[in-house]
């Protein structure tokens, strides 16, 4: 999964960027408001870890932020030393959807995101993904059209699993390269363009055909289930 922290404190941020990437996760890791926010809106993240005190500013302005522009359904966690009920209480209503409250312990930490992550993408897990037609098997690697099967490259079956775990999200081509090729994937931005066309073509990804890839200009793909109607 991929992973936006906002932490000023070096020492903090760095402890947290350890366990969360310990954990399996690709870690993005940001020191003030305004420029964490300024990255959210160029790229996707499955969870933001958000601290209060920042400079710039505040982590709960980033939450207001995040859920009037970029999503009001991806997972966000407040870490921070303000411990009012009344702080909160605020921060839930907002639109946060755990709060945790410093000195964080590593365990607890990981189990909280692992909830909310569950939670929001439930698909994750799966090891066998319906979307008729298609059979998606991630144990085999397989991919079936109709009883069919659909050959894929490897990187295109990683691509075209991670377009279908989040139908009608918004991903980016930063989301999606580190996704399938790696965060040290030294790869061009179109490279993730040419195996998304791909991908369209070998499984006629088309209104017409139930399901369509829509580019969004300087920005990413979303992978959308057209209605019969």
Known sequence: MR???LEDDPDQLALIKRWIAEDGHDVHSFQDGREAMKMAGRESFDLFVLDWQVPDVS????????????????PVLFVTVRDSEQDIVFAL????????VKPVRRQELLARMHAL?????????QKRLSFPPFEI?????????????IELTPKEFELTVTLFRN?????????????????????????VDTHVSQVRK????????????????????????????
Do not use: C, F
């Open 3 to 5: 992973i936006a922290i």
């Open 59 to 74: 982590g709960a302005e980033v939450l207001k932020w995040i859920r009037a522009n970029v999503s009001r359904s991806v």
């Open 93 to 100: 209503e907002q639109g946060a959807d755990d709060y945790m």
């Open 117 to 125: 992550l569950r939670r929001a993408y439930p698909r994750e897990e």
């Open 137 to 149: 098997d991630t144990q085999r690697n397989e991919i079936s059209r109709n009883g069919a099967k």
């Open 167 to 191: 139908m009608g999200r918004l991903m980016s081509r930063g989301h999606l390269q580190e996704t399938v090729w790696g965060r040290t994937g030294d790869i061009a931005t179109r490279t």
């Open 202 to 229: 070998k499984l006629d990804l088309r209104p017409d055909s139930g399901y369509r890839v829509v580019p969004i200009y300087n920005y990413g793909y979303r992978l959308e289930k057209i209605s019969p109607d």
